[in-house]
């Protein structure tokens, strides 16, 4: 794969991901309730999903994605019913901020999982990595050494893209502390969350 190649996927990952769908209203819900940790959390969830789409696709698994559809429509309702108890939750929690919560492992495992189930059943995501991706790139030619490449080059692109989303949310977060705030922070992310599934129950 050339340089160019490389540059052309790049640009078009980029374009992709800073497109305001699931993922990133995801994140922003995450960062106004938990702060940045849990945000950066729940983008290496997606990252990860992002990057075994990218391999399935490599690996010519497309075809048996597309034979077995059912699997897909499995891992979207999956995602949209966990995005649906986190927008609950969001909604029912308390008018305190706990800064030291957001650091915890259960809090990062949960948002971790959440991110791969946003993109695993985000049809944005099935869409680019089975249509458009070939488009840029000649997956026939790609050699040993390309794709690890290549999937380094979507981490760090995808990450490059949406972690700024995480700080902007966790800033937003930070200015007003009163309860009254904390509540309509919370309940905004609760929005956010619930609009999130309902954007991805939604699509094809």
Same mark, same amino acid.
């Given at each position: 794969?050339?340089? $160019?190649?490389?540059?052309?996927?790049?640009?078009?990952?980029?374009? %992709?991901?800073?497109?305001?769908?699931? =993922?990133?209203v995801?994140?922003? #819900?995450?960062?106004?309730? $938990?702060? !940045?940790?849990q945000a950066a959390?729940?983008?290496?969830?997606?990252?990860?999903?992002?990057v075994? !789409?990218? %391999? %399935?696709? +490599?690996?010519?698994?497309?075809?048996?994605?597309?034979?077995?559809? @059912?699997? +897909?429509?499995?891992?979207?309702?999956?995602?949209?019913? !966990?995005?649906?108890?986190?927008?609950? =939750? @969001?909604?029912?929690?308390?008018?305190?901020?706990?800064?030291?919560?957001?650091?915890k #492992?259960?809090?990062?495992?949960?948002? @971790?999982?959440?991110?791969?189930?946003?993109?695993?059943?985000?049809?944005?995501?099935? +869409? @680019? !990595?089975i249509?458009? +991706?070939?488009?840029?790139?000649d997956?026939?030619?790609? $050699?040993?050494?390309?794709?690890?490449?290549?999937?380094?080059?979507?981490?760090?692109?995808?990450t490059?893209?949406?972690?700024?989303? #995480?700080?902007?949310?966790a *800033?937003?977060?930070?200015?007003?502390? $009163?309860?009254?705030?904390?509540?309509?922070?919370? *309940?905004?992310?609760?929005?956010?969350?619930?609009g #999130?599934? %309902?954007?991805?129950?939604?699509?094809?």
């Amino acid at each position: 794969m050339t340089l $160019s190649g490389f540059a052309a996927y790049s640009g078009a990952l980029a374009i %992709a991901a800073i497109i305001p769908g699931p =993922q990133i209203v995801a994140i922003v #819900a995450q960062a106004l309730k $938990s702060g !940045y940790r849990q945000a950066a959390w729940m983008i290496a969830g997606m990252v990860l999903g992002d990057v075994l !789409y990218l %391999a %399935a696709v +490599l690996a010519g698994l497309a075809v048996i994605a597309e034979t077995f559809s @059912f699997l +897909l429509i499995a891992i979207k309702w999956a995602g949209v019913a !966990y995005l649906c108890y986190l927008a609950v =939750q @969001f909604w029912t929690s308390g008018e305190t901020f706990n800064v030291a919560d957001a650091g915890k #492992a259960g809090g990062g495992k949960s948002a @971790f999982v959440s991110g791969i189930l946003v993109t695993l059943g985000n049809p944005k995501s099935v +869409l @680019f !990595y089975i249509a458009i +991706l070939p488009t840029v790139v000649d997956i026939g030619a790609l $050699s040993p050494l390309d794709v690890p490449v290549l999937l380094a080059v979507t981490a760090i692109i995808l990450t490059a893209v949406q972690f700024p989303f #995480a700080i902007a949310g966790a *800033r937003t977060r930070h200015t007003l502390q $009163s309860p009254r705030a904390t509540r309509l922070f919370n *309940r905004g992310a609760a929005v956010c969350m619930g609009g #999130a599934a %309902a954007t991805i129950a939604l699509r094809n």
